[in-house]
């Protein structure tokens, strides 16, 4: 029987990441990597670039109506992403067109 201070293989490899830095970077990656799967084919079609910089998303579309409307929801996206990495990765979202 595991005692309580055992930790399982992703609890440890969760706590190596952060205490080595690299933390960040998988987050980032993560939640490039989250964009298709949250945000569905028509807005993938129309988006030119996703990327994570210490906090801020950067999105980038083609289209001024797409940016408009994703300017607007931009806290719901925020907070849909977030959910689909399973942490508070995102802290503000720039939306470029």
Excluded: H
Excluded at 29 to 45: D, F, I, L
């Amino acid at each position: 029987m595991p005692s309580s201070s055992t930790l399982s293989i992703s609890d440890a490899l969760v706590e190596y990441l952060r205490e080595s830095g690299l933390e960040k970077s998988v987050l980032e990656v993560q939640v490039e990597e989250a964009w298709p799967k949250v945000m569905g084919a028509v807005v993938v079609g129309l988006t030119e670039s996703v990327e994570m910089k210490d906090g801020v998303l950067y999105v980038r579309v083609r289209s001024a109506a797409l940016k408009t409307q994703l300017f607007e929801n931009r806290f719901e996206l925020v907070r849909k992403l977030n959910e689909a990495v399973g942490a508070n990765a995102i802290k503000d979202c720039r939306i470029l067109g």
